[in-house]
């Protein structure tokens, strides 16, 4: 009878033990090698060269757009962040950030924003629920247990100005049609 030395399993596989195991959510190991690093520097390099030219006209437009968005967004506006996460609620919607990954909800595409904080501990936690049953929660340490109460009073403002004039719009468009 033949005995083997060393385990009979088979090593595993999967998204749990290898990130490449997902695609698109990083390359893969073959594709990435040490001459790719260097050929990609000086691309970056002309990119960076030609890249002023746009960057003048961008400021010449980015000028114009702050005066609208802030036309628009006298309202109130709620914001938190720490080291990592960050969240932003205002005239035209909700967007978090977690370290380079962003999202943004308009106040049309928002079911519910629901808030929570942690028992122990300064971890204060914003979920965005969608009408489609997702949920997009994103986690803020707070410098201080005290800016809980804070930023419910924020978000609530925000949420008071903006959330519910699109509840109430579409109610009093819904009205309209049955009246019609």
């Known amino acids: 009878m033949e005995q083997r030395i060393g385990s009979s399993s088979q090593p ?18 073959s594709a990435r090698t040490e001459e790719d690093g260097p050929e990609k520097e000086p691309e970056v390099a002309e990119a960076e060269e030609a890249a002023p030219e746009p960057e003048e ?20 506006v709620f914001e938190a962040s720490d080291r990592r996460a960050r969240i932003v609620a205002d005239h035209r919607g909700v967007r978090l950030c977690l370290d380079d990954q962003e999202c943004e909800f308009r106040w049309d595409e928002i079911g519910a924003v629901e808030t929570e904080t942690a028992r122990f501990g300064k971890r204060y936690t914003v979920t965005v629920h969608t009408p489609d049953r997702r949920w997009y929660p994103i986690e803020i340490e707070a410098p201080a247990r005290s800016r809980f109460a804070e930023w419910d009073a924020q978000l609530d403002a925000v949420l008071d100005a903006y959330f519910e004039d699109g509840a109430a719009e579409s109610a009093e468009q819904d009205a309209e049609k049955e009246a019609d």
């Open 12 to 29: 595993l596989e999967g998204a749990g033990f290898d990130p490449a195991f997902i695609p698109g959510l990083t390359s893969p190991a």
């Open 57 to 76: 006209q961008d400021t010449a437009s980015s000028s114009s757009e702050p005066e609208e968005e802030d036309a628009a967004g006298d309202g109130p």
